[in-house]
């Protein structure tokens, strides 16, 4: 069966503080993809990245860093030196087959 | 840069009464899919379609939903009976290709409808 675990229900970080968002997933598949979304206090999904089960390279994007290791199953999301606008909730998401499995997701609030 | 559109943004109905959520794919797109998310809750896979008809389907897809692809641009779900429990912000999506590591492909999601069962 198919499952991601985001442990973190909701963090509050104060400005320019790092944070790093959990994301543990479950699957017999050989082949997936994790995806990272935010879904802003407007609703929608917006998506931040996506890897693929054979590429375990580390990613930076701006303030972003995503750290995939397929010895722990975990995907986690830091950000650094985080914003007020980086309040969100952060959905972790495995992908495989024609199907998106989703974590119950991370509130964070960036207090200023 | 190319997007999924979703109308409406916000639909408000009366218990029982049939809705049907619009979403436009992006165009050179193949795979579709609807998922649901429920206040406060996580976003729940409904169903996939592919080559017009359902190639997956979730517990929650019982015989009240139905997706259609009328007319090559547009792809519909619609609820026949709607309930309270109906509730939710609906996601279309959709994908160049199945997930699949020789693809490269990646899901592109709407803006999402809010539906309120009242």
């Known amino acids: 069966a198919q499952k991601v675990t985001q442990a973190q229900t909701e963090i509050s970080v104060v400005e320019k503080e790092d944070v790093t968002l959990d994301c543990v997933y479950e699957t017999r598949d050989t082949t997936y993809y994790l995806f990272w979304y935010k879904q802003p206090p407007s609703g929608e999904l917006v998506f931040l990245i996506r890897?693929?089960?054979?590429?375990?390279q580390n990613e930076i994007s701006g303030r972003y860093s995503w750290n995939f290791q397929k010895s722990t199953s975990s995907f986690n999301f830091t950000i650094t030196a985080s914003q007020v606008v980086d309040s969100a909730v952060y959905f972790c998401a495995l992908n495989t087959g024609n199907q998106f499995y989703f974590g119950t997701g991370t509130s964070l609030t960036v207090i200023p | 840069e190319p997007e999924v559109t979703q109308t409406p943004s916000h639909q408000v109905t009366q218990m029982g009464q049939e809705v049907i959520l619009r979403c436009v794919p992006i165009s050179n797109h193949l795979y579709f899919y609807w998922y649901r998310q429920i206040l406060g809750q996580k976003v729940e896979f409904l169903v996939s379609f592919y080559n017009n008809e359902i190639s997956e389907k979730s517990e929650i897809f019982d015989d009240q939903f139905s997706v259609e692809r009328p007319d090559g641009s547009n792809f519909t779900l619609k609820i026949r009976s709607t309930k309270l429990e109906d509730s939710a912000m609906y996601f279309c999506a959709s994908s160049r290709d199945s997930a699949d590591v020789t693809m490269n492909t990646e899901a592109f999601f709407g803006q999402g409808t809010r539906l309120t069962v009242v």
């Open positions: 890897r693929n089960s054979f590429d375990e």
